[in-house]
């Protein structure tokens, strides 16, 4: 008796020591400050000359995105597809597309990556599979133990054509036309939010749970930092039985111009964020800090979903459970080429506001489902955007080419491959497109710019400004590129990782972001959106050391790096983007 006792606390002090020891060497903060960058594999470097960008096209970039300063990429779906969807239809959770390589080339990509410090993040797509899936055709075939794996449905009978089956509810997939779809042979619906080839899996089913959490494992166990969830607000459905036993349709928007095929003629509320999806969420939370102590870092999970403010922050936690960080969108939906400082403030502030305490901010500029910043912004915001994003507290996220102001590219009707396009017609198609923003890097001038040797053609056509917009020409001198890296190494510094925030719209055109930590010299980003040279005077901001020095320029500044200034007297010149380090310390 005694002897177990004794051996008790000679084993709780052992594991104590363990635990101590390994919690010196987790590293719990990497992603609060991380300087994220996303790549869209299809469209990044191509390796082997078949047109079509892959993962060793990406591992011989990444001693260049370390230069850049990047802590982590996270990668658009890089696993078997049909790519009726461009990969977002995965057939196999678990294998690479072979036109993006193999296990070994990722590997490879993960081991290069950890070498140089910089995290990998994979993008999980959990809301559907492609129709090839082994998955969907034994659920087709109702064998044992997939029957319940996606969401199926009986027709409705037509009281007007007895041998008529309507669809089991009104509902619209987001690529158009009803979301159900009949399989002749399970003799059912199946649901479908997205195209016709991406079955929607059912969540209620908890093998599907299990099933889910065996894939977020066997990546984690490849050594990935963490998963950018796609479309999490749409895991969940109404469920029948709440509402007599079939699924219940949605209500009109009143949308004017609108018809039954598109999905904005209904209000999603029985297919959109429902609850049950925040819980999901939270259990794979639980599930990637399985892993912290094992991998001594931090897993990070981010989630996607255009929703409101008050929707997205439930994804951080709900006070017990911790959950997620869920994609703040604001500057893409809620800044456009005429918002002023005023307005860019208060996007800002409201994030700030609406977010938890204690939790990490983060700031998305754009992503393979928008147009690019300097199409959407115009090239003179360009450098503005990218400084916002990189001075504000929390995770940047910068989609390939935003960093160069990249345009949209030109795509034809024939070369149009975005599903969401193709669903519609020549004369329309470019206003549902997403390929503009998704054509290949310019890397430099050369032929396919640098981002493709093939003899034929790219998998989507170049945008024809390569030849003077590309990374090669902003290497050096004043450019977007440079602004940039200048940005990314001063996000590394104590007053931007872990300073309080002030943001100051000085008038309609001037927005100043202001960074102060005790102890340190001050950070402030400074941007004047309009055409005219201002003297800005910020001896309003008391706690701001008097004498600062300029540390960055975008391309329309006439400041010089180095520069010495007085807060007193700051002239900025039109469209300039500019950051200041104050000589002493505040405060
Ligand atoms: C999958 O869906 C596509 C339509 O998107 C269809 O052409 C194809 O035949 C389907 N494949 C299977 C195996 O059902
Ligand atoms: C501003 O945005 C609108 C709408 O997106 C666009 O039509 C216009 O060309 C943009 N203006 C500039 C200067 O980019
Ligand atoms: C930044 O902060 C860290 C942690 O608080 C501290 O150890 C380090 O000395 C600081 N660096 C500078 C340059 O002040
Ligand atoms: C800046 O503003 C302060 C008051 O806020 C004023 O005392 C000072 O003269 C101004 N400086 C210049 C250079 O205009
Ligand atoms: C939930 C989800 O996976 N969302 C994705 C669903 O699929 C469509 C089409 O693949 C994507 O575009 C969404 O992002
Ligand atoms: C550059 C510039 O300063 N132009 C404008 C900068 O912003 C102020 C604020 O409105 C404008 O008045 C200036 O003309």
């Not at 850049?68 to 658009?76: H, K, L, N, Y």
């Not at 910020?538 to 540390?551: N, Y």
């Amino acid at each position: 008796m005694r002897f177990s006792y004794f051996l008790l606390f000679f084993l709780s002090v052992l594991f104590s020591t363990f635990i101590l020891t390994s919690a010196e060497t987790i590293d719990h903060n990497w992603w609060q400050t991380a300087l994220i960058y996303q790549i869209y594999p299809r469209s990044f470097k191509d390796s082997n000359g078949d047109g079509i960008g892959d993962l060793n096209g990406i591992t011989e970039k990444l001693p260049y995105l370390k230069k850049t300063g990047v802590d982590a990429i996270w990668m658009s779906p890089i696993f078997l597809s049909p790519m009726r969807d461009i990969g977002y239809d995965i057939t196999d959770y678990r294998e690479i597309a072979p036109e993006y390589g193999n296990m070994d080339d990722f590997q490879i990509l993960v081991k290069t990556a950890k070498e140089l410090d910089i995290r990998v993040i994979l993008d999980f797509v959990p809301n559907h599979t492609s129709n090839e899936s082994d998955w969907f055709l034994r659920s087709v075939r109702r064998e044992p133990g997939y029957e319940d794996y996606y969401v199926w449905a009986d027709g409705i009978p037509d009281p007007n054509m007895p041998d008529v089956q309507k669809p089991p509810s009104n509902w619209v997939s987001n690529f158009r036309g009803s979301a159900w779809q009949y399989s002749e042979e399970r003799g059912q619906y199946y649901l479908h939010q997205f195209t016709i080839g991406q079955p929607d899996l059912n969540y209620r089913e908890p093998r599907v749970h299990e099933e889910i959490k065996q894939v977020l494992r066997f990546w984690l166990d490849q050594g990935v930092s963490g998963f950018r969830v796609d479309a999490i607000n749409m895991l969940y459905e109404a469920r029948p039985e709440d509402f007599g036993g079939r699924y219940p349709d949605e209500p009109r928007t009143g949308i004017p111009g609108t018809t039954p095929d598109d999905y904005n003629y209904l209000k999603h509320i029985y297919t959109r964020n429902l609850k049950e999806t925040y819980d999901v969420v939270y259990s794979w939370r639980e599930l990637l800090n399985e892993y912290t102590k094992m991998h001594g870092e931090h897993k990070l999970m981010m989630t996607e979903a255009y929703a409101d403010v008050s929707d997205l922050i439930k994804y951080y936690g709900n006070g017990n459970r911790d959950g997620a960080v869920p994609f703040n969108f604001a500057f893409l939906g809620d800044i456009h080429n005429t918002s002023n400082a005023y307005d860019i403030k208060l996007v800002i502030d409201k994030w700030m506001t609406y977010m938890p305490s204690g939790k990490t901010a983060n700031w998305v500029n754009g992503n393979h489902d928008q147009s690019r910043l300097a199409t959407r912004h115009g090239s003179d915001r360009v450098d503005a955007m990218n400084m916002l994003a990189l001075m504000l507290p929390g995770i940047a996220i910068t989609y390939q080419g935003e960093e160069l102001g990249m345009t949209d590219g030109y795509v034809s009707w024939q070369d149009t491959r975005d599903p969401q396009a193709c669903d519609t017609d020549p004369v329309h198609y470019a206003l549902s497109s997403r390929d503009p923003e998704r054509t290949p890097y310019h890397w430099d001038s050369s032929d396919h710019a640098g981002f493709s040797d093939t003899t034929g053609r790219t998998w989507l056509p170049l945008a024809d400004n390569y030849v003077t917009l590309n990374l090669a020409k902003q290497l050096s001198g004043r450019s977007h590129y440079t602004f940039y890296k200048d940005l990314a190494s001063i996000r590394k510094k104590n007053a931007t990782r872990y300073g309080d925030l002030e943001t100051k719209a000085i008038s309609e055109s001037i927005l100043v972001v202001n960074r102060l930590l005790p102890g340190s010299p001050g950070i402030v980003g400074i941007v004047n959106l309009s055409d005219r040279d201002q003297v800005v005077n910020l001896s309003s901001l008391r706690l701001l050391p008097e004498k600062m020095a300029v540390v960055a320029t975008g391309v329309d500044c006439s400041l010089d790096k180095g520069m010495p200034l007085s807060k007193a007297y700051l002239p900025i010149s039109a469209h300039c983007a500019v950051v200041f380090e104050t000589l002493t310390n505040c405060c």
